[in-house]
Nanobody, 123 residues
Framework: QVQLTESGGGLVQAGGSLRLSCAASGRTFSAYHMGWFRQAPGKEREFVARIRTYGTTYYAPSMKGRFTISRDNAKNTLYLQMNSLDPEDTAVYYC?????????????????WGRGTQVTVSS
């Protein structure tokens, strides 16, 4: 299995940027399809972005153009660069790993999860 630890969250003003990181340990990071999800208070966890083992990326419509997902397999690390942040982006952000290469946007498709990092965007 793989252990995931997110970092980089914090408080930022609207319009600002943050870069989240997710460090992976355990089994070979490069073998996993990786994703970022987020959960705001009182809401269900939602898909943000995902990246296949070979680097193809996918985004939720509201994040496309503002967020960039990337991975560094040599460093066993997943990233999420977030720009033009809005108070609506306030949530706990989670990284997740899927064993199945075809994993999509659903929470249930991911096998391993980190504990999350809080992102708060002030207006």
């Amino acid at each position: 299995q793989v252990q995931l630890t997110e970092s980089g969250g914090g408080l930022v003003q609207a319009g600002g940027s943050l870069r989240l990181s997710c460090a992976a340990s355990g089994r070979t990071f490069s073998a996993y399809h990786m994703g970022w999800f987020r959960q705001a208070p009182g809401k269900e966890r939602e898909f943000v972005a995902r990246i296949r083992t070979y680097g193809t990326t996918y985004y939720a419509p509201s994040m496309k153009g503002r967020f960039t997902i990337s991975r560094d397999n040599a460093k066993n690390t997943l990233y999420l660069q977030m720009n033009s942040l809005d108070p609506e982006d306030t949530a706990v952000y989670y990284c997740a790993a899927a064993l199945r290469s075809g994993a999509g946007d659903s929470v249930s498709e991911y096998n391993y999860w980190g504990r999350g990092t809080q992102v708060t965007v002030s207006s």
